[in-house]
């Protein structure tokens, strides 16, 4: 995050992978979850894409919020309940 992002409190979107490393503080996924990650990862990108309608610019607070959350209840869905229940108690 550059200096102007954090005065501003913009940040630019980094995809899946930040979204994943913020909800699962450091929690190991299987390889078939890593797998899945990459292919949420590959839909945020494009969701951004069609999003921005392939405009120069970063997408505003809304729009990040909103595939944040998508993305955020993606990747919930993709793990065990035990993994679930490890979070919740965190």
């Keep these: 995050m550059t200096a102007d992002e954090?005065?501003?409190?913009?940040?630019?979107?980094?995809?899946?992978?930040?979204?994943?490393?913020?909800l699962l503080n450091g929690m190991t996924l299987t390889p078939g979850q890593t797998a899945q990650l990459r292919a949420i990862d590959h839909k945020y990108q494009q969701s951004l894409h069609t999003m921005l309608k392939g405009a120069p610019r970063a997408p505003t607070e809304a729009e990040r919020?909103?595939?944040d959350d998508t993305t955020a209840r993606e990747?919930?869905?993709m793990l065990t309940p035990e993994q679930r229940t490890r979070l919740e108690r965190k």
Excluded: C
């Design 65 to 67: 919020a909103q595939l």
């Design 6 to 22: 954090e005065s501003s409190g913009s940040r630019s979107p980094a995809g899946a992978f930040s979204v994943a490393a913020r």
């Design 75 to 77: 990747i919930m869905e």
